[in-house]
């Protein structure tokens, strides 16, 4: 079975221009969720999707936002882009969502914003 | 809402020896704790976890202990090889939760031949 695939690999934008990522979550699997990891803060939760819906959100300015499609895929997009945004993004998925269920991190996208 | 607080940010062994990494968590409710490990340029994997109504799981010479009471679970290593070389993240989930991994700030462990 095919894991988390996540593209592009790598990014760099300058700052006040936006982006959009995307993720393809374990064939079954309908929640993804996304996170950001940067040196300083760790892993940090963004918001999770499950079945088109944003379930969960995160503590993030709403720059960050995100969808969800019919066959599961997820795309997160940053607008008005800021030199903090710089992070590698990381989107999990999990059958349903719940609590105890294991999640499959993807490669990640790591943005750098000049 | 939730915090885990994780320790040390850097531990060094000599290969053999044995690694103990401890969280701790704020949330009562929390009930599935997951700890992740990441090599250098490379995803978070899932290594072991432990639910709240477990007190200790073995998996070969990973270990992962939990103290509901006290709020903090513990990971161990023993036997280390230069291979268990990477980042380890604790996390916790609530039962509330939907997918909400709440990650402790991650240990670097290196460990030299």
């Known amino acids: 079975k095919a894991g988390v695939t996540q593209t592009p690999r790598y990014l760099i934008k300058t700052r006040g221009q936006q982006v959009t990522l995307s993720c393809s979550p374990i064939?079954?699997?309908?929640?993804v969720s996304w996170y950001q990891q940067t040196p300083g803060q760790g892993l940090q939760f963004l918001f999770e999707y499950f079945s088109e819906t944003q379930r969960n959100k995160g503590n993030f300015p709403g720059r960050f936002s995100g969808r969800q499609f019919s066959n599961s895929r997820s795309e997160m997009n940053v607008s008005t882009l800021e030199l903090g945004d710089s992070a590698l993004y990381l989107c999990?998925?999990?059958?349903?969502?719940?609590?105890?269920?294991?999640?499959?991190f993807g490669p990640g996208t790591r943005l750098l914003v000049l | 809402g939730e915090n885990v607080e994780q320790h040390p940010s850097t531990l060094s062994v000599q290969e053999g020896d044995s690694a103990v990494i401890k969280c701790t968590y704020s949330?009562?409710?929390?009930?599935?704790f997951p700890w992740y490990k990441q090599e250098l340029g490379k995803r978070p994997q899932l290594i072991i976890d432990?639910?709240?109504?477990?007190g200790e799981k073995k998996d070969q010479r990973i270990a992962v202990t939990l103290n509901k009471t006290a709020k903090h679970f513990s990971l161990h290593i023993t036997e280390t090889q230069p291979e268990d070389s990477a980042v380890y993240f604790c996390?916790?989930?609530?039962?509330?939760?939907?997918?909400?991994?709440?990650f402790g700030k991650g240990t670097m462990l290196l460990v030299s031949p």
């Open positions: 064939s079954g699997h309908r929640s």
């Open positions: 949330d009562s409710a929390s009930n599935y």
């Open positions: 999990a998925s999990s059958r349903t969502g719940t609590a105890k269920e294991t999640q499959y």
């Open positions: 996390a916790a989930i609530s039962y509330s939760g939907y997918s909400t991994l709440t």
């Open positions: 432990i639910r709240s109504n477990v």
